[in-house]
Every structure is written in structure tokens, then in C-alpha cells.
């Protein structure tokens, strides 16, 4: 019979946040694979009181790799592995991808014990919108490589959230005003923690601030996505001609100009008045 490996989301600061489900898993759990022996072992003592005996397993990003043939054997012949990190949810920008992806291959169960993650933390604290966002991980260390992604993230439209270390706040902040322009940011830090901080504006706003202060603990930024390119005359003329080409091939006016809204992804509006401007002109 084969046993569990679950993938168990630890406090970010407040250990109040764990949850009872989580506390549970890892009370029962048979190995504990976690990112570091030390930091998992203060959480049992303080917020697991009935802990087990489980083993605790240190796999972290050097050693994750070489540790995955160990733990699909563990769950395999059935035993509960529990995989957590330092903080929040394993896999995202953490250790654990290797390992949960080698199960799962395997067929072997794997279930998720949700709870705190900065993401969606920092997202909703933003105030920027929430329904369609793009997690990007940590940004480049190097200024050459953070410029390329900054490029390759310029014309994102959903909002964007990534990671950075306090010490290199202020550069990576300079970069995205310098890549980005003035939008609309949120650097948020300690979240969860008594010196939580929230601090809202523009990019060059924010690079001011962090210039003039600095910051500790562990950061998050939320960034505004690009705002949606206007149609121009030329673009209106394309979509008159996508409509023509559907309604050549039979399809009704109002049912072509559905498609072509869809397809290009504005409003049918824009679709429809695209074709009233290009529309040929009547003769005298």
C-alpha cells in the first residue's frame, strides 16, 4: 500500500496561521522533508504540541535533486512524507517542485494542505486587481538579466507579482520604473509579522522611498499591468477586413463581427464601428 506525500504550507510569520489540518499532517506525518531541519523544528515545537516522532529530512535547493529517488521510495511503501519549506507554499520560489513532480509521475498520491502564501497576501493588500495577475518568481540578481525580464514582462497586461530580496529593493525597483514607467506598485514586506508594511504608489514613487530608508525582511512587490493597446486606424481597417473575409465565406454580419471581437479580443463595439469607418463609399 502506498502512502501520502503532502505538500504543507507553513506560516510566513505568524504561527497562529498554521492551520489545524496542517498541524495535524505533520503531527502524523512519518518523515518531514523540510528546507531547513532547524527552522521546521522550532514550528513543531511551538505550534505542533502533539507532535510524533517523524524524521526530519533536510532538502533544500542543493540537495532536492539527489533526495527524490529517497522519498518516492518512502511514500512508495507507504509512508506519510510530509514536504514543507522555511515559509509559505513548497514549490513556489521554494524547494519542493523536484520531489512533487517526481510522485506525481510516479503515480503515487499527493495532496495539498493549503494555508499562507505571500502571494495572494500581497496581491490583495496591493489594491491593484486581483482577477487575472502573473507570479514571476524573484527577479535576476544581475542588472543585465533583471533588465531582459523586465523587457520580457513590459507588455504584460495582468498584474504582476514578484519576490526580491531587501537588499537589492532599491536597484530592482529603479529597474522596473526605468523598464515599466510610473505605474501603480505595492512593496510589501514582514507580511503576517508585528512590523507589517504595506506601502503603495508609483514605481519611481516607491524607488524613492525604499532609496531614502531601505527595507528588511522578506519582500514582495506588486506591480500594475500594461494597459491595453488602443486600436489605431490601421487596426481598425484589419478588423473591418477580418469581418469582410467572414461574411465572404457566409456568415451574417452580426455573427462575423462576434468572431472577429473574440478572436482579437476587444469589445464587438470597436469590431462595428471598425466597419461603419471603412466601409466603401457610396457614389453620387
Do not use: W
Amino acid at each position: 500500500m502506498s502512502g501520502v506525500l503532502s505538500v504543507v504550507a507553513t506560516p510566513i510569520g505568524n504561527l497562529e496561521d498554521l492551520s489545524p489540518r496542517a498541524a495535524r499532517t505533520l503531527a502524523r506525518a512519518d518523515i518531514i522533508a523540510c528546507e531547513d531541519t532547524r527552522v521546521t523544528r522550532v514550528l513543531l515545537q511551538r505550534a505542533v504540541p502533539d507532535r510524533g516522532h517523524a524524521k526530519l529530512l533536510a532538502v533544500h535547493a542543493r540537495n532536492e535533486r539527489a533526495r527524490v529517488p529517497e522519498l518516492v521510495r518512502a511514500v512508495a511503501s507507504g509512508a506519510r512524507v510530509a514536504l514543507v519549506t522555511d515559509a509559505g507554499m513548497p514549490g513556489l520560489s521554494d524547494p519542493g517542485h523536484h520531489v512533487i513532480e517526481a510522485c506525481a509521475e510516479a503515480g503515487l498520491r499527493v495532496e495539498v494542505i493549503p494555508g499562507p502564501s505571500a502571494v495572494p497576501a500581497a496581491l490583495v493588500a496591493s489594491g491593484l486587481p486581483t482577477a487575472r495577475f502573473v507570479f514571476d518568481g524573484f527577479l535576476p540578481r544581475t542588472a543585465s538579466a533583471r533588465r531582459r525580464r523586465i523587457e520580457a514582462l513590459a507588455r504584460e497586461e495582468r498584474t504582476l507579482v514578484v519576490f526580491e530580496a531587501p537588499h537589492r529593493l532599491v536597484e530592482s525597483l529603479q529597474a522596473l520604473a526605468d523598464g515599466l514607467g510610473p505605474r501603480r506598485a505595492a512593496v510589501a514586506r514582514e507580511l503576517t509579522k508585528i512590523h507589517e508594511e504595506v506601502v503603495r504608489g508609483t514605481l519611481p514613487e516607491l524607488a524613492g522611498r525604499f532609496s531614502d530608508s531601505g527595507a528588511r525582511g522578506e519582500v514582495t512587490i506588486v506591480i500594475e499591468g500594461s494597459a491595453a493597446p488602443e486600436k489605431t486606424s490601421s487596426d481598425a481597417a484589419g478588423l473591418a477586413a477580418e469581418v469582410a473575409a467572414e461574411m465572404s465565406a457566409g456568415t451574417g454580419k452580426r455573427e462575423s463581427i462576434a468572431a472577429v471581437a473574440a478572436r482579437n479580443e476587444v469589445p464587438k463595439k470597436i469590431v462595428y464601428q471598425a466597419v461603419l469607418d471603412n466601409a466603401p463609399a457610396e457614389e453620387g
